[in-house]
C-alpha cells in the first residue's frame, strides 16, 4: 500500500469518526452554522455569534430536528453550549493535547449551505486575542483552513479527529480563527461549576449563564 492510499485511507477514517457529531445549527439569522455534540446526553456546542440570545433549531445527521435550549453563551469568547431532550449520541472528544505550528488539521461545517463540508490546511500560529470588551485575553489558533459563512461553530480537528478548537471566524481572506480546546473545555466546566454551586472567579466567567 503506497502511502497516498494509506493517507487517503486515513482520512476517510477521520471523516468517518468526526461526521456523527456534526450538528446544523438554524440561528437568529437566515442561513446556518454548525456545531457539534459534546455529551451524549444532548450538550451541543457552537459559537455564541451563531445563536444570538435565542435557542435554535439543531439538526443531527441522523436528519432529527430539534429544539435546543440555550444553557450559556459568553460573546467575548464566542462560545454557546446549547441542550437538547436525546441520547445515545456521538460526542465529539477535545484532544488532549495542544496543537503545533504546521499541524495539519481539518474543518468542518456547512459553508454556504453545502452540508458536512470537509476542508484542510495547516496551523499558522498559536495566537492570543482581545476578548470584545477589551480587558482581557485568550489564545487562539490561526490557520489556511479555508472558511465561510456556515463553518462557524464547526470543530477544528486533528489528524486523529479529535477536537483542536472551533472555527470562529475568517481573517484577512486567508486566514482563519478558531477559538482552542482549552478554552472550551474551561467554559463548559464553569458553567457546571455554577449550575453545581461551585463557581470561582479566574481568568473570566461565562456572562451568559442562564
Do not use: C
Not at 482552542?180 to 454551586?197: L, N, Q, T, Y
Amino acid at each position: 500500500m503506497d502511502l497516498t492510499t494509506t493517507f487517503t485511507q486515513s482520512l476517510d477514517e477521520l471523516i468517518q469518526q468526526v461526521m456523527p457529531s456534526l450538528v446544523v445549527v438554524r440561528g437568529r439569522r437566515r442561513g446556518a452554522g454548525a456545531g457539534f455534540i459534546w455529551s451524549s446526553d444532548g450538550l451541543i456546542l457552537t459559537n455564541s455569534h451563531v445563536v444570538g440570545r435565542h435557542a435554535p433549531k439543531l439538526i443531527l445527521q441522523d436528519e432529527q430536528e430539534y429544539k435546543s435550549q440555550l444553557l450559556a453563551r459568553d460573546p467575548n469568547v464566542d462560545l454557546a453550549l446549547l441542550s437538547i431532550k436525546a441520547s445515545g449520541l456521538t460526542p465529539l472528544e477535545p484532544a488532549s493535547v495542544s496543537p503545533r505550528v504546521g499541524e495539519m488539521v481539518f474543518a468542518f461545517g456547512h459553508p454556504w449551505g453545502q452540508r458536512n463540508s470537509v476542508t484542510k490546511g495547516i496551523v499558522s500560529a498559536l495566537m492570543s486575542a482581545h476578548t470584545r470588551r477589551k480587558k482581557q485575553q485568550f489564545p487562539v489558533i490561526r490557520s489556511d483552513v479555508p472558511l465561510a459563512p456556515g463553518n462557524s461553530g464547526g470543530p477544528l480537528v486533528n489528524m486523529r479527529g479529535e477536537m483542536i478548537g472551533i472555527n470562529a471566524m475568517i481573517m484577512g481572506g486567508d486566514q482563519s480563527i478558531a477559538i482552542p480546546a482549552s478554552v472550551v473545555v474551561e467554559f463548559v466546566d464553569r458553567f457546571i461549576s455554577k449550575k453545581s454551586g461551585k463557581a470561582h472567579r479566574d481568568k473570566y466567567i461565562p456572562e451568559g449563564v442562564l
